[in-house]
């Protein structure tokens, strides 16, 4: 499920990703730029989740392991991963992390990411430099 999660990441399949999550979600992504902050709930995350598409338009994420603990009521899995982007001026944008998931019979109850945060918002403010405006606007938050 993980895998196939980061894949529908990769084909921007929001909508699929999102059936798989908990109405009362929790997510966290690290850092003070258009994509950080945290979120509380589906909609919202849908509406981080088309920000992302928008600002990662060739983003790819590579799984490199994934690790899984608990029984379905409390599973919590541990998923590494690398990431790939070109920027609008062809700039490629690298990156890797964790993310720590835990669900609860089925649904995504929380995401909490860890990547190179530092990374992520210089990618921003290049695309910002860019004329990209999204790129230097407030986090959605829930």
């Not at 499920?1 to 997510?27: E, Q, W, Y």
Request: overall charge positive.
């Amino acid at each position: 499920m993980a895998r196939r999660n980061f894949l529908r990441v990769n084909n921007k399949d929001f909508s699929a990703l999102l059936g798989d999550c908990a109405t009362n979600i929790h997510h966290r992504f690290g850092g003070r730029h258009a994509l950080g902050g945290e979120r509380h709930d589906r909609e919202t995350l849908a509406r981080w989740f088309d920000r992302l598409g928008r600002l990662g338009r060739h983003l790819t994420l590579t799984v490199e392991d994934v690790w899984v603990k608990g029984l379905p009521n409390d599973t919590t899995i541990i998923i590494r991963w690398s990431a790939t982007d070109e920027l609008p001026d062809g700039t490629p944008y690298r990156n890797r992390g964790v993310h720590i998931v835990r669900m609860r019979w089925g649904k995504v109850i929380d995401i909490d990411a860890h990547e190179d945060s530092q990374a992520v918002a210089e990618n921003l403010a290049r695309q910002a430099a860019l004329g990209v405006a999204e790129a230097a606007v407030h986090p959605i938050l829930s």
